[in-house]
């Protein structure tokens, strides 16, 4: 995140023609306020095992999630017009949200046209014996006019049974193992395209946490957790 110390943890910048530091207001109602950021996010432990009754199991716990991300930014919430002409194959794009991050060039995309940009990001997905693979993709959408960009991503977490990786998740994560309930927390959220920068250091979280031990084949017993993560986040919010 930035280094500089801000009295307000939100802001946007953006070049056209000059830079433009605008402080995110803090006047709207209520019901009026524009919707920047919503995502949410499942994180499941889970056990597989291998052999039989004859010869005995032997299982192995992982965990496996998933998270989706939309981000919009618009002229009429932050007084600045979005100029496309000023994206090119050379144009740095970097996200991060929690533990989640991202960065890239445009010009690595898999879909490029004049007003959407796509990466995608291929993870190998077998079972608990290497087999029956399958390729499951982390997905980065960005689309724009004149007057809105919107960042959309859907990515895997965890890893499967065979010990193959996917994403970094969120925070979800952070919370497996916790008992049963509720718990808050704060991460950061930054988006970068170019010249244009928002930022908040202080994103609410809420995660919801299902937790409880069970026996497998083997005998041995797990502690399995279930954490889910939904958040909507206003402009108005952002910072407070």
Excluded: H
Aim: charge should be negative.
């Amino acid at each position: 995140m930035k280094s500089e110390t801000v009295n307000s943890a939100f802001k946007v910048m953006m070049i056209v023609g000059g830079l433009l530091a605008l402080s995110c207001p803090r006047g709207w109602a209520a019901s009026k306020a524009p919707t920047v950021l919503t995502f949410s996010e499942t994180w499941n432990d889970k056990v597989a095992c291998t052999g039989d009754s004859s010869d005995g199991y032997d299982c192995n716990q992982y965990s496996l999630g998933k998270f989706t991300i939309k981000a919009v930014i618009t002229t009429n919430d932050f007084g600045a017009a979005i100029d496309p002409s000023q994206f090119t194959g050379d144009t740095d794009f970097d996200i991060s949200l929690g533990d989640y991050s991202y960065s890239d060039t445009l010009s690595d995309a898999s879909v490029d046209t004049n007003k959407k940009i796509e990466f995608l990001v291929p993870f190998q997905a077998c079972d608990i014996n290497g087999n029956n693979c399958k390729t499951i993709n982390e997905t980065i959408t960005l689309s724009w006019t004149t007057k809105e960009l919107t960042i959309s991503i859907s990515a895997p977490t965890g890893s499967d049974a065979n010990g193959d990786t996917f994403e970094n998740a969120i925070d979800a994560d952070n919370f497996d193992g916790n008992d049963t309930g509720s718990y808050p927390d704060t991460i950061s959220f930054e988006m970068d395209l170019g010249s244009l920068s928002v930022y908040s250091d202080v994103v609410p979280v809420l995660a919801e946490v299902a937790t409880k031990d069970v026996t497998d084949k083997s005998g041995d017993d797990d502690t399995l957790s279930n954490v889910s993560i939904k958040e909507t986040v206003p402009a108005t919010d952002l910072g407070q």
